[in-house]
């Protein structure tokens, strides 16, 4: 069964290709994207090793999936099938446990619920690195006639494989993790799974001890509630409520997908992702004594280097995303890789973002912090800005006319380059840092904040980050860094 490819272009940003459901995001875009796969598995000869494919809870994921599967098994590739939305590292998991030659998730992750996703999984469980992607951008783009094998024909003759990964993963976690220590602490969690695909998964795992876990929104709704399924404010702000009112101890949060993690103390304070990223290495470096280096993206905190330098630990720079911080922590043998919006993943673990491991490792640092009689988690959170430095972060994304746009990034881009700030909000610009990928700039001012611009190259918008040293000066940059957007 053959179908002429439809000629919209399919681009793979930091994280995947993402679209509108039904605009771009269509089952034969989906069945390119699959294609692509397949040839550059065949392009290999490893089709023998198979290929992964899991879904989320988004609208028709696990439809879009079976049809990605089609394609692939067209190929006479074998396939290893999600028997339920699953968490998108469990791909990423089964990849590492099958010797599978990729992965495929159909997941937006943090998206809104009219978006849907296709993300590609390299054999060592990371994100697909730029260079697989631009062999399958290019197979795409090729525009080759796309075969079809019926599914039930194709698992009938033995090439589908279904698996259900949560015993596989449990026993996995608990080479690195104690669950039953976990299980056994006197805590009470508040866990917001976002009505997304880890719904269930640390209830499960944390089950059938003196812990006491809360979870809430774990039905499937593809509307995720009306709000970005993101893991931070205001999409998390319910939760932050509960926390208070029902007097929970503790608040871990999950994006989506559940490979971003999050987390809230006994106030229902959020503890935003850079001081997640610096709570995490911290917990590494003084809980269990490692020293192995640490990649965190460029948008991502400088509370690292800070540590880095405490502890004796090398610290990488990435650019945005994990197809670039996944290669670099297996290049660099990192213990941990972190990128801004919450991804986390670990050297002895996986090289992906795991926001359920992410998670344990959050609450085992608050019950070690709590065995040196240092609680609640907000006092934890204090002590430790004491070593590591203030942070105040915030984001924002500066939405431009579809019209303007390309003027927009040239005037950016050229503009900054030939006449660069040398203040932003009141302090001298000390450092511009151009980022790897060609999109934006860093700006460093006197007292040690920064602010980044970073333009998208799937979206008419510019995001701004900036992690300063108090709220007032995080406030004025990240106004100063919209002010410069909008000329």
């Known amino acids: 069964m053959t179908e002429a490819a439809p000629k919209s272009p399919i681009v793979f940003g930091t994280d995947g290709w993402r679209a509108r459901i039904a605009e771009d995001f ?166 917001e799974p976002m009505w997304g695909a880890g719904a269930g998964w640390l209830s499960r795992l944390l089950g059938g001890g003196r812990i006491r876990v809360h979870e809430i929104h774990q039905e499937r709704n593809p509307f995720f509630g009306g709000v970005n399924p993101e893991p931070i404010r205001p999409n998390i702000d319910e939760a932050l409520t509960r926390i208070v009112r029902e007097g929970h101890e503790l608040g871990l949060l ?63 720079e990435s650019p945005v995303g994990y197809k670039f911080i996944g290669p670099m922590m297996i290049a660099t043998g990192a213990m941990m890789g972190a990128e801004e919006s919450g991804g986390y993943g670990f050297g002895m673990h996986l090289p992906e973002r795991d926001g359920i491991y992410a998670d344990l490792l959050l609450l085992d640092l608050v019950l070690k912090e709590m065995a040196r009689g240092v609680h609640p988690v907000s006092k934890i959170v204090a002590q430790f800005h004491e070593l590591a430095g203030p942070s105040f972060y915030t984001r924002i994304d500066v939405h431009v006319d579809r019209a303007t746009y390309a003027e927009t990034k040239r005037r950016l881009l050229e503009g900054l380059v030939a006449t660069p700030p040398t203040s932003l909000a009141g302090q001298p610009v000390t450092r511009t840092q151009a980022l790897d990928t060609k999109d934006g700039f860093k700006f460093f001012v006197a007292d040690g904040s920064w602010m980044l611009i970073r333009t998208s190259g799937t979206e008419p918008l510019v995001r701004v980050y900036t992690e300063a040293t108090s709220a007032d000066a995080r406030d004025a940059l990240v106004g100063a860094g919209e002010a410069l957007v909008r000329g």
Request: a negative charge; glycine letters at 8%.
């Open 26 to 191: 269509t089952f034969e875009n989906v069945r390119r994207c699959a294609d692509g796969v397949a040839r550059y598995v065949t392009g290999r000869g490893e089709q023998a090793k198979g290929v992964v494919l899991a879904y989320d809870r988004r609208f028709a994921s696990e439809h879009f999936a079976m049809a990605a599967a089609e394609v692939i098994l067209a190929h006479d590739i074998p396939v290893a099938f999600a028997s339920r939305a699953v968490p998108t590292q469990m791909c990423s998991y089964e990849v590492v446990e099958r010797g599978a030659a990729a992965g495929v998730v159909i997941t937006a992750s943090h998206n809104p619920w009219t978006d849907n996703g296709f993300k590609v999984k390299a054999p060592t469980g990371s994100a697909g690195g730029p260079d697989m992607l631009a062999v399958i951008e290019r197979s795409i783009a090729e525009g080759a006639p796309v075969e079809r094998r019926p599914f039930a024909d194709a698992e009938a003759a033995g090439l589908v494989t279904r698996y259900d990964p949560y015993e596989g993963y449990e026993v996995y976690v608990r080479r690195t993790v104690d669950l039953d220590a976990l299980k056994a602490a006197d805590i009470d969690v508040l866990v």
């Open 254 to 316: 999950l994006d989506g997908d559940a490979d971003r993690a999050g987390a809230a103390d006994e106030q229902g304070n959020f503890i935003h992702q850079l001081e997640v990223t610096g709570l995490l290495m911290y917990y590494l470096a003084e809980h269990r004594g490692l020293r192995e280096p640490v990649v965190v993206s460029v948008n991502n905190t400088s509370m690292a280097a800070r540590l880095g330098k405490h502890y004796g630990i090398e610290v990488h």
